[in-house]
């Protein structure tokens, strides 16, 4: 087996590893303590995938060499919080407080384009972290969400970002298998916290590094509001309601659906960008990234 085979170090690994650990955490550490823990093996899969694809360099000089450390940072915050049984308000200030941080490291734009790229990215935390931990509302935005950015990434020639873009979404989906269509675990800041991270991040490098239109990113962006979405409509249409852990299980697929609408919408505008490119600055979509 070729362990560097991109399905394998953008997919099958962090898959397996988020998969794994969560359900080694659960057993582990027991009903209680493992249930609240183990999405903690996202932050584990999602780490591990960056340095299998990018390696670790203790002096990082370009973007995506910092990913790894920025992804290591949000994922000691999430633990960090976790153990401090945080608040929800504080957990949200403290990821926006990384978030503004790695903003101001990564990007060097105008101050008034670096201004609505945070703006969009405090939304979307506060939509990630505005979900029931009890339920796959947030993993499920987070997945479809993340395979829209890498196909984006795809589209607009850059592999490397592609592969990192996936294994983020394989990371969370091996995890949201223990919380859907029934929650054995939690996903609680351990796990919630370094994938949206991982995920405005990436965004913000694709950004950066490929010729990508702002607006293909708002509208991946937009993905995130589905679950508030969810969340108002259920208060507007309450009715007689069957078990709870149904209700979870559609509220997760309902938001799946939304957030692919979104996705949909992004990936079209980026083949559509892609198309009226001049022909000769078209490469290789998977061996020569355009950046």
């Keep these: 087996m070729d362990f560097h085979h991109p399905l394998f170090q953008s ?3 962090p898959l397996v590893l988020s998969f794994a650990g969560a359900g080694l955490l659960r057993v582990g550490l027991g009903p209680v303590h493992g249930r609240r823990w183990a999405s903690a093996s996202v932050g584990v899969a999602i780490v591990v995938g960056s340095v ?5 360099d203790m002096w990082p000089r370009t973007l995506t060499e910092e990913l790894p450390w920025i992804y290591m940072a949000a994922a000691l915050l999430g633990l960090g919080l976790e153990a401090m049984r945080a608040a929800p308000r504080t957990t949200w200030l403290a990821t926006c407080a990384l978030w503004t941080l790695v903003l101001a490291g990564l990007s060097d734009q105008p101050l008034a384009v670096q201004a609505l790229t945070w703006l969009v990215g405090v939304a979307v935390i506060a939509a990630v972290l ?4 009890e339920s796959a509302h947030a993993p499920a935005s987070l997945v479809v969400a993340g395979l829209g950015l890498a196909a984006v990434a795809l589209i607009n020639g850059s592999a490397l970002l592609f ?4 294994s983020i979404s394989a990371a969370v989906a091996g995890c949201a298998l223990w919380v859907w269509p029934t929650a054995r675990i939690a996903f609680g800041a351990c796990g919630a916290v370094v994938s949206v991270i991982a995920w405005l991040s990436l965004a913000e490098g694709i ?3 490929s010729p990508v239109r702002p607006v293909v990113l708002l509208l991946l962006a937009c993905a995130f509001l589905s679950g508030p979405i969810v969340q108002w409509a259920a208060r507007w249409f309450r009715s007689p309601q069957p078990h709870a852990s149904r209700r979870n299980w559609r509220g997760a697929l309902i938001i799946a659906v939304l957030a692919a609408i979104w996705v949909t919408g992004a990936v079209a505008l980026a083949l559509r960008d892609d198309a009226k490119a ?6 290789d ?3 020569t990234p355009r950046w």
């Design 11 to 13: 997919l099958a690994l």
């Design 52 to 56: 299998w694809i990018l390696g670790w």
């Design 130 to 133: 505005g979900q029931s931990e």
């Design 163 to 166: 592969e990192l873009s996936l």
């Design 207 to 209: 950004a950066l590094l």
């Design 278 to 283: 001049p022909a000769g600055s078209l490469d």
């Design 285 to 287: 979509p998977y061996y």
